[in-house]
Structure formats: structure tokens, C-alpha cells
């Protein structure tokens, strides 16, 4: 028998989910739970609680999951050109 603020939270888990097309990782942020938390309930026990919203769910996590490598490429570049600018203005000062 689940709980009644687990089962609470897996509805409003899952509905941010469907509503935002967040990932595990901002939910979980948004939350204050863990992404292990967010992913069993989403994965587990919304299957018992609401089927249909469930692969709808489902769906989201799947196009974050396919599109995940173009967000951590896009991360990598920002992250460089970050540095890159933070190099140019400290060789820049010292002429």
C-alpha cells in the first residue's frame, strides 16, 4: 500500500513532467527529492496510480533521453567559451 503523500507527490511529479517537459534532474531540483525518488516514482508507482499518465510521462522522459547528448554538447561549448573569454580578458590586463 503506497502512502498518501507518495502518492501525492507521484501526481504532482508527473504532471510538472508532462506540464514543463522537464527532465528527472530539474524535477528532482524542483522537488527537493532525489532523481533516483523522481525516476521510481515515475517509472514504478505511476504506473499503478495512472496508467495513462503514465506513458505520458513515458514520452517525455524518452524525447529528453534521445535529446540529452545535443544538451551536454551545447553545455561543453558554453563551458569552453566561458573559459576561453575569462583567459582573454586576464591576458588582456596584463598588457
Known amino acids: ?12 511529479v508527473s504532471e510538472h513532467i508532462v506540464r514543463t517537459k522537464a527532465t528527472v ?10 532523481k533516483s525518488t523522481v525516476h521510481k516514482d515515475v517509472t514504478e508507482r505511476l504506473v499503478r496510480v495512472n496508467p495513462l499518465l503514465a ?32 583567459e582573454e580578458k586576464g591576458f588582456l590586463s596584463r598588457m
Open 25 to 34: 534532474r530539474e524535477t528532482a531540483r524542483v522537488f527537493g527529492v532525489s
Open 55 to 86: 506513458r505520458r510521462v513515458k514520452r517525455v522522459l524518452e524525447f529528453n533521453k534521445a535529446e540529452r547528448h545535443i544538451r551536454g554538447g551545447l553545455a561543453t561549448r558554453q563551458k569552453y567559451l566561458t573559459e576561453r573569454t575569462t
Open 1 to 12: 500500500m503506497m502512502r498518501d503523500y507518495i502518492w501525492r507527490r507521484v501526481l504532482e
